[in-house]
């Protein structure tokens, strides 16, 4: 069983950066797919990033491609999402993810342990 705790979640305004991290506990991290995913308010929850076990592949919803990297530190147990260039339409709360796989997935369906999720508000 692997619990994930995210945080790194806050206030920000618009053009700012914040950096998520994902701990995970209770498995073996570095076998895990890890994804980042979120949900405004009145909205689905929706893909944002997945990365691989190995980080050798990582993929990104075309909103948030090229100012959203995901990583993972596997020696630290610990996934991230360095989020710049924030906007206001990026405002949800953020859950990481994970899935003893090496295949990424954008559907959430897919992924069996999820965190309790961190607050993301972007101010413009």
């Known amino acids: 069983q692997v619990q994930l705790v995210e945080s790194g979640g806050g206030l920000v305004q618009a053009g700012g950066s914040l950096r998520l991290s994902c701990a995970a506990s209770g498995g073996t991290f570095s076998r895990y797919a890890m994804g980042w995913f979120r949900q405004a308010p009145g909205k689905e929850r929706e893909f944002v990033a997945a990365?691989?076990?190995?980080?050798?592949?990582?993929y990104y919803e075309a909103s948030v491609k090229g100012r959203f990297t995901i990583s993972r530190d596997n020696a630290k147990n610990t996934a991230y999402l360095q989020m710049n260039s924030l906007k206001p339409e990026d405002t949800a709360m953020y859950y990481c993810?994970?899935?003893?796989?090496?295949?990424?997935?954008?559907?959430?369906?897919?992924?069996?342990?999820w965190g309790q999720g961190t607050q993301v508000t972007v101010s413009s």
């Open positions: 990365m691989t076990w190995s980080g050798g592949f990582t």
């Open positions: 993810a994970a899935d003893l796989t090496d295949n990424w997935s954008r559907f959430s369906s897919d992924y069996r342990y």
